[in-house]
Structures are given as structure tokens and as C-alpha cells.
């Protein structure tokens, strides 16, 4: 499957608006024009829902009170979340929260509009009998009948109605022309003057057509930890789960390998680091490395399992002496090596005397470190 760049709210909702979708007037805070002023709601940008309950969401009654605000938000953390952006907008009068999403259905293999009364609350959490579906064959394209059929059976009828089905044609129509795979409004307000406006939305284009959208950005999206990894010039993906293994891997294959072995085990992981030639910048880069994973992912166990066939390992072993000495709550128990390749008895003599496991055979060492991770669990 390709891969997905997920859209801030406010890059969402520009491209929305770009779509002929109406969107609340609205600047980061940065660029805060002098007009935008009154009752208004600040918003901090991250890419995770739910923002509402986590504290993400503030009413301020005017602009001085809603910029003292995005100063408190921004930079700190929500969830697993650091605030880069805080985005403010002037506050709707909402009478009524729908939801309205356009996705491309994998299993379908087509595009849906989903639709529910039931919005303002996470997709997921819906009853699946209180969301309409209405797929569309993008040979026939999308038909009058099934905005239609949506609008009916949400409850509006005239005008309403009406705008509704123009909105719904209007997101499809985005889905399509972006290349999206995902434009999701929710909640998709009624206000209380009779307008619906998206009062927030989430884009996930296809990043394989970029190329038709010349411009568009290709900024990289992740967890804390994740963007931290990429600072460090290494690949490190999060499973979400904390408490686990960690697993420090060269090469996409070792790390695949790896993974898959950890799991096919019963072990539990809590993240992966593709150190993606790091070794170049010596050990210092190498306890840096061990330094976020411990900090961001708190696991049981690191697995460092490397295979070199022409670089020398005593850059790795170096490094993890350097973390033992730097971080005392990496204990030895805490570790498993797994070290094969160039110089492999030098970086073996690094490590001797700190109590570290070291293997030399795959098998053993995955099977080491899920045996070290239950344990240390107790
Ligand atoms: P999310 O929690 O990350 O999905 O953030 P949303 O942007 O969807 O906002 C969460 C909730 O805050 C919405 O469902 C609304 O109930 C409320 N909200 C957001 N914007 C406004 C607004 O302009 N006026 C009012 N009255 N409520 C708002
Ligand atoms: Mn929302």
C-alpha cells in the first residue's frame, strides 16, 4: 500500500476551502490577522484526534484572551503529541453536530461517503447501524439519488437538504481531485443561522500522487519519538505500545526479520530503529539513538541486533558502553546484543566485564531478548 500524508487541521481545511467547502474564518497564531477578532476557539495542531477531551480545544472570548492561550499550548505536549502550530478561529454558534466523511474503501474498492447524525464524537465510537454509507462507482460517478439518500437519512429536508447534498457532492469531489484517501469533517456544524460549516477536518492524501499536485508538501508526520529518530538520521516507527522491546536493527530486511521474529514469539514490541547507516557518526550518535528510545518508549528490553559485512561492530559496541555508562537505569539486564561481522571479537572485548548478553545467531537473540523482556517485566 502506498503511503499516507496526513494534513494538519488548518492544511485540511485550506484545502477544503480551496474545494468550495466552507470552513470558519481562521490564522495560526503566528499570523493572526487584526480582524479576526471576538469569540473565537484555539485549536492545537496535532495529528491525533480527539483533541476536544485531551484539552486541544479552548474558548476564548477574545483575541488577547485567545493568543495568551495559544502561548500556553504551544510547545507543550498533548498526549504523545508536541504542539507545533496552534490555529485560532472564530467560534460557531452549532446547533447540530454531523459527520461527513468521502475515503477511498479498500475493501470496496471504491470511494464511500459516510454520513451520521451522531457527530462531534469519534467515528469509531458510533453505533456502525447510525452511519450511512453510500459508495460510488467512480465509473457512474457520484448521483443526485445518493446525496440524496444521505441528506433523508440524517433528517433534513428543504434547505438544508439542500446545502447538505452541495456539500457532500463538493467533498467527493475533493476526495477525487486531491487525490485523497481520506476528508473527513467532524463535526460538519449546523449553526444556529441555518449554515453548515466543517468545524474541523482531517486529509490523508496519497502521497504516490504527489506529483500531480505540484507544491504540495511531503512533511514528515510522526510521533515524538519517530521525529526525534529522523533528527538522528535513523528510521524509528512506534508501535504504541509501551513497556515492550525495543530493537535496534541495520537494514530494512534485519529490521522486517526482526519484528516479525519478536512477534511470531509472543514477544511484545514497543518500537523499531533502522539505524540507516548512523554508525558513520560514531558512538556518540549510537547512545543518542539508545537515549530516545529510552526516554520516549520506556522498554523493558533493547535488542540490538546487528549483522555487518564490511563495517566494523566496534562503533556499535562502543556505543552501547557509552550508554551503560551515561543512562545507570540501563542496566545489563536491560540489554541483548546481537553482534555478527567485522571485528566482532574487538567489540565483544568493549562489552566484556558489563554483564551484557551477547549472541552471535539471529534465532537466539530474539528469542534472548523476549525471554529478558518477560522477565524484567516480573
Ligand atoms: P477533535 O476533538 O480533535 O476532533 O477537535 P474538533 O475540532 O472536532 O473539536 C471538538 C469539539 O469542540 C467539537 O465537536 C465541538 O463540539 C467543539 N467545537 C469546535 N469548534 C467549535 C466552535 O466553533 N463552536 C462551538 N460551539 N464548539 C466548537
Ligand atoms: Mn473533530
Known amino acids: ?11 485540511g481545511k485550506a484545502l477544503l476551502a480551496g474545494c468550495g467547502l466552507p470552513i470558519p474564518a481562521g490564522a495560526l497564531s503566528t499570523e493572526m490577522p487584526d480582524a479576526l477578532d471576538g469569540a473565537l476557539v484555539v485549536k492545537a495542531q496535532v495529528l491525533a484526534g480527539g483533541r476536544g477531551k485531551a484539552g486541544g480545544i479552548r474558548f476564548a472570548r477574545d483575541r488577547g484572551e485567545a493568543l495568551a492561550m495559544a502561548g500556553e499550548i504551544q510547545g507543550s505536549l498533548l498526549g504523545e ?4 502550530a496552534v490555529y485560532i478561529e472564530e467560534r460557531l454558534d452549532i446547533a447540530r453536530e454531523f459527520y461527513l466523511a468521502a475515503l477511498v474503501d479498500r475493501d470496496l474498492g471504491m470511494p464511500v461517503l459516510l454520513a451520521s447524525a451522531e457527530g462531534g464524537v469519534e467515528i469509531e465510537s458510533v453505533a456502525p447501524e447510525k452511519i450511512l454509507r453510500q459508495p460510488v462507482d467512480p465509473l457512474i460517478g457520484l448521483q443526485p439519488f445518493m446525496v440524496e439518500r444521505l441528506a433523508r437519512g440524517l433528517g433534513l429536508s428543504g434547505e438544508p437538504a439542500k446545502e447538505f447534498s452541495a456539500i457532500a457532492g463538493r467533498l467527493y469531489e475533493a476526495l477525487v481531485s486531491q487525490d485523497a484517501e481520506l476528508v473527513e469533517i ?18 490523508a ?10 507544491g504540495r508538501r511531503a512533511k514528515p508526520a510522526g510521533t515524538a519519538f519517530e521525529l526525534e529518530a529522523r533528527d538522528l538520521d535513523v528510521i524509528g516507527v512506534e508501535t504504541g505500545e509501551k513497556g515492550g522491546i525495543v530493537a535496534v536493527m541495520n537494514g530494512a530486511g534485519l529490521t522486517m526479520a526482526t519484528l516479525d ?9 514497543s518500537g523499531v ?23 520516549r518508549l520506556e522498554p523493558v528490553t533493547i535488542l540490538v541486533n546487528i549483522h555487518f559485512q564490511f563495517r566494523s561492530l566496534v562503533t556499535i559496541a562502543e556505543g552501547v558502553a557509552l550508554a551503560m555508562k551515561r543512562f545507570p537505569e540501563l542496566t545489563a539486564d536491560r540489554l541483548v546484543l546481537r553482534l555478527r561481522g567485522e571485528e566482532e571479537e574487538e567489540a565483544r572485548a568493549i562489552l566484556a566485564g558489563s554483564g551484557v548478553t551477547i549472541f552471535r545467531d539471529f534465532g537466539p537473540a530474539c528469542a534472548g531478548a523476549v525471554e529478558r523482556a518477560a522477565a524484567n517485566r516480573g
Not at 500500500?1 to 492544511?11: A, D, G, Q, V, Y
Not at 503529541?81 to 507545533?84: A, G
Not at 521474529?261 to 514490541?269: I, K, Q, T
Request: glycine share 6%; proline share 4%.
Open 1 to 11: 500500500m502506498s503511503s499516507l500524508i496526513k494534513l494538519f487541521e488548518f492544511e
Open 186 to 203: 467532524n463535526p460538519l456544524a449546523l449553526t444556529v443561522d441555518g449554515r453548515f460549516v466543517a468545524a474541523d477536518a482531517k486529509v
Open 205 to 214: 492524501l496519497d502521497e504516490d500522487a504527489a506529483f500531480r499536485h505540484p
Open 273 to 295: 530503529i533502522e539505524l540507516h547507516g548512523a554508525m558513520m557518526n560514531g558512538p556518540e550518535r549510537i547512545c543518542d539513538i539508545i537515549e530516545i528510545a529510552l526516554r
Open 81 to 84: 503529541n508536541v504542539v507545533e
Open 261 to 269: 521474529e519478536v512477534l511470531a514469539l509472543g514477544g511484545r514490541m
